[in-house]
């Protein structure tokens, strides 16, 4: 199936049906390692609103639910590597479990950010949670990444969330990018 996101092409590379098998399997896993806890999901916005509401709509454990928000594409179809802090997490993380959702790990370079910033406020443990992740485009290791729902090549993506110039988020699939 192919489709047009503003003035580029992409063709379907993971349907609907498959990300919700992978993450009620994700869920699962999650439920099972945090059992009698109750971690905090702090999903990474825009891109993980979508993955965050089907993940917790499938925990069978009690969780919080809360954002942050950082932006490293701006706009473009590749890392600038320049993240921009557009809001902080507000719950009080100490000593807590800490679950980071997000959709897409690309260099790692914003996972890297983020964890080391929350290092500070003395969580019990961090644990990283994304649907997608790009192997071949890793610069940093995150050695808290637990949970990844799909390994991608190195191609641009967008849908279930992910966005090219703030559209496609909509698009139920991950649709990755053609010509
Ligand atoms: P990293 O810091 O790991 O290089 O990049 C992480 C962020 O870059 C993701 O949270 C996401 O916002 C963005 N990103 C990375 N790869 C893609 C992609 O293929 N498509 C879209 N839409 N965003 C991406």
């Known amino acids: 199936m192919k489709t047009r996101v503003a003035d580029l092409d992409f063709e379907l590379l993971i349907p609907y049906e498959q990300l919700e098998k992978r993450i009620r399997e994700i869920a699962k896993q999650i ?6 806890r109750s971690p905090i999901i ?3 916005l825009t891109g993980s609103f979508l993955f965050v509401a089907d993940l917790v709509k499938n925990l069978d454990i009690p969780v919080e639910v809360t954002f942050t928000k950082l932006a490293s594409y701006f706009g473009g179809t590749a890392s600038t590597r320049k993240i921009r ?10 000593g807590r479990h800490l679950i980071l959702v997000e959709d897409i790990v690309d260099t790692g370079n ?6 080391d910033k929350l290092r500070v406020r003395e969580p019990a443990t961090i644990t990283v949670c994304t ?16 949970y990844v729902g799909f390994e991608i090549d190195n191609q641009f993506v967008v849908g279930y969330g992910l966005d090219y110039r703030e559209q496609g988020r909509s698009l139920m699939g991950i649709y990755q990018r053609v010509g």
């Open 31 to 36: 439920g099972e390692d945090f059992e009698g």
């Open 42 to 44: 702090a999903g990474i």
């Open 85 to 94: 802090d557009d809001f902080d997490l507000t719950i009080d993380i100490k």
């Open 110 to 115: 914003t996972l890297h950010y983020l964890v």
């Open 131 to 146: 649907l997608l992740l790009k192997p071949n485009a890793i610069e940093v290791s995150i050695e808290e990444l637990k």
